[in-house]
């Protein structure tokens, strides 16, 4: 594979962990009993913006290892997976 392939898939797959771990611990400023004048109830209390964008990126970084072994110990042909993921044969 190519470096550009290799980063537009890390990329897209970072991206795709970020909106799994964003809801991750989020409470509500209503719940918090807490509410800024000016904001929406249900806006986040405390966001922790970066501890979350951390933990996307040791997330991903994980999850693309595994998927880099799996293609580089050809456990899913690449063969079968274009048959797979082509338009259905008449």
């Known amino acids: 594979m190519s470096i550009s392939t290799v980063l537009a898939i890390?990329?897209?797959?970072?991206?795709?962990?970020?909106?799994?771990?964003?809801?991750?611990?989020?409470?509500?400023?209503?719940e918090s009993?807490?509410?800024?004048?000016?904001?929406?109830?249900?806006a986040p209390a405390v966001?922790?913006?970066?501890?979350?964008?951390?933990w996307t990126t040791i997330v991903a970084s994980i999850v693309f290892a595994v998927a880099v072994a799996?293609?580089?110990a050809n456990l899913v042909p690449i063969d079968w997976l274009m048959k797979v993921?082509?338009?259905p044969h008449q």
Not at 10 to 25: K, Q, R, S, T
Not at 33 to 42: F, K, Q, S
């Open 70 to 72: 799996v293609y580089k």
């Open 33 to 42: 009993g807490e509410v800024a004048p000016g904001t929406d109830p249900g």
């Open 47 to 54: 966001h922790l913006l970066w501890r979350k964008l951390l």
């Open 85 to 87: 993921s082509g338009p």
């Open 10 to 30: 890390y990329f897209i797959l970072w991206w795709v962990v970020l909106f799994a771990i964003l809801p991750i611990g989020v409470h509500s400023q209503h």
